[in-house]
Each structure stands twice: as C-alpha cells, then as structure tokens.
Nanobody, 124 residues
Framework: QVQLVESGGGLVQAGGSLRLSCVVS????????MGWFRQAPGKVRDFIAG????????NYADSVKGRFTISRDNAKNTVYLQMNSLKPEDTAVYYC?????????????????WGQGTQVTVSS
C-alpha cells in the first residue's frame, strides 16, 4: 500500500517561508514522479509543482514560479516544497501526489496516490 504523508504546514506572515515535506512509502520512490497541489477554500485543487524521478525535469505553475522550489531526496523517500515570499493568496491545503508516468503531469487525474494534505495559512 502506497502512503504519502505531508508535514511542515502552519501559519506564517506574508513574505515569510515554509518548507513542506512529503514522505512516500510502499512504492519505489526513486522512479516515481511527484507533484504538489493545493486547494483553497471554495476552489478547485490546482497543480503547483512537479518533479521527475531524478529531479531532471521540474514544472511550476505561473503563480508560484520563482518563489517555490520542488526538490527530492530519493535516499529518504522524501519530496520537498520550499515556499518563499509567501502571500495571503497562497493560503490553502497543500497535497503531495505520486504518479507512475515518467513525465510531470499537471492534472489531478494523472496522479494515483495522494497525501492527506497540510494546511498553510499566510497572514497579511
């Protein structure tokens, strides 16, 4: 059984930083494409960042490009999302997800495995 567990969310002031972590178990992490999504209240879940198995290819939503960085440590079965220059509009529940395909997908339907989510709240 594949499990994804996120951590690192919390309350931060605008302009601050947070680093989210997602530990994957039950699957060969080193060959898994990983993604981060977020869902704000009343809104759909959106793709924000993704990384191929070796980090050789990454993709970001325009809304976070230049502020967020996805990285991974295959030895620790962990993917990270470093979030800098946070804005109140970044407030959402953040989810990590895993897919079996080799390319970074941006659609929810492309990811078979999901974590439970971690809340990020940015105050103004």
């Amino acid at each position: 059984q594949v499990q994804l567990v996120e951590s690192g969310g919390g309350l931060v002031q605008a302009g601050g930083s947070l680093r989210l972590s997602c530990v994957v178990s039950g699957r060969t992490f080193s060959t898994t494409t990983m993604g981060w999504f977020r869902q704000a209240p009343g809104k759909v879940r959106d793709f924000i960042a993704g990384s191929t198995w070796n980090g050789g290819s990454t993709n970001y939503a325009d809304s976070v490009k230049g502020r967020f960085t996805i990285s991974r440590d295959n030895a620790k079965n962990t993917v990270y999302l470093q979030m800098n220059s946070l804005k109140p509009e970044d407030t959402a529940v953040y989810y990590c997800a895993a897919r079996t395909g080799s390319a970074v997908g941006t659609a929810i339907s492309q990811y078979a495995y999901w974590g439970q989510g971690t809340q990020v709240t940015v105050s103004s």
